[in-house]
Nanobody, 127 residues
Framework: QVQLVESGGGLVQAGDSLRLSCAAS???????LGWFRQAPGKEREFVAA????????YYVDSVKGRFSISRDNAKNTGYLQMNNLKPEDTAVYYC?????????????????????WGQGTQVTVSS
């Protein structure tokens, strides 16, 4: 069983940066890690994903060039660096994991592709 705990959310101003962390319990180094977000009244949407070895990443268009996903398998932790934040980035951010048995690629963008989820961390960006 994999457990995920997010941290690093907060209240910032437009243009600021935040780094979210996702600490995983268990051996997750064969897992794709993904980040999703859910704004009030909206569906949970895909943000970014990274392959088990970090060689592949994938981003939703709206965050390309501003967000960067990474991972440290030695620490069982994933990260989402968010720069130049905008008010429309306000949401609860969730990390998710899927065992890919060391297969390459990070193109997992649908909620039902991830069996493991964290509890979420709130990110609020004021204008």
């Amino acid at each position: 069983q994999v457990q995920l705990v997010e941290s690093g959310g907060g209240l910032v101003q437009a243009g600021d940066s935040l780094r979210l962390s996702c600490a995983a319990s268990g051996r997750t180094f064969s897992y794709v890690l993904g980040w999703f977000r859910q704004a009030p009244g909206k569906e949970r949407e895909f943000v970014a994903a990274i392959s088990w070895n970090g060689d592949s990443t994938y981003y939703v268009d709206s965050v390309k060039g501003r967000f960067s996903i990474s991972r440290d398998n030695a620490k069982n932790t994933g990260y989402l660096q968010m720069n130049n934040l905008k008010p429309e980035d306000t949401a609860v951010y969730y990390c998710a994991a899927r065992d890919t048995l060391f297969s390459s690629g990070a193109y997992y963008t649908r909620r039902n592709e991830y069996p493991y989820w964290g509890q979420g961390t709130q990110v609020t960006v004021s204008s």
